[in-house]
């Protein structure tokens, strides 16, 4: 199956990265869970529904969005025909659903 990134899952991942190389100043580990974000999100190809329904968590919430948890960050995704979409990175510390409220 297929692997998308949504442009803003690609900004995600980005920001991510930018945020603990240069603000925290640790490359090394900008690297690492920059790696394991892709690395996790690899195994979608063969497994789609290895993450949790993002309406599983949340009573009346109807959504096809998944989601998989990667160290501290949630990979929002949803399943196509022929694709998986990643359409988020978000950080779970944070208030993610109002980041995704736009997008269900």
């Known amino acids: 199956m297929k692997l998308t ?3 803003l899952a690609i900004a995600d991942l980005r920001h991510i990265y930018d945020y603990i190389a ?3 100043g640790n490359v090394a580990a900008a690297d690492r ?3 394991n974000i892709l690395k996790k999100a690899e195994l979608l190809r063969e497994n789609p529904e290895m993450g949790r329904l ?3 968590k949340f009573d009346g919430l109807e959504s096809n ?3 998989m948890v ?3 960050y949630l990979v929002f995704y ?3 025909e022929k694709e998986i979409i990643v359409t988020r990175i978000l950080d779970g510390r944070t208030d993610y659903l109002t980041e995704l409220a736009r997008y269900l």
């Open 33 to 35: 869970i920059q790696r």
């Open 22 to 24: 240069s603000y925290l």
């Open 78 to 80: 949803s399943i196509g």
């Open 70 to 72: 990667v160290v501290n």
């Open 54 to 56: 993002l309406s599983s």
């Open 65 to 67: 969005i998944r989601y």
């Open 5 to 7: 990134y949504r442009p």
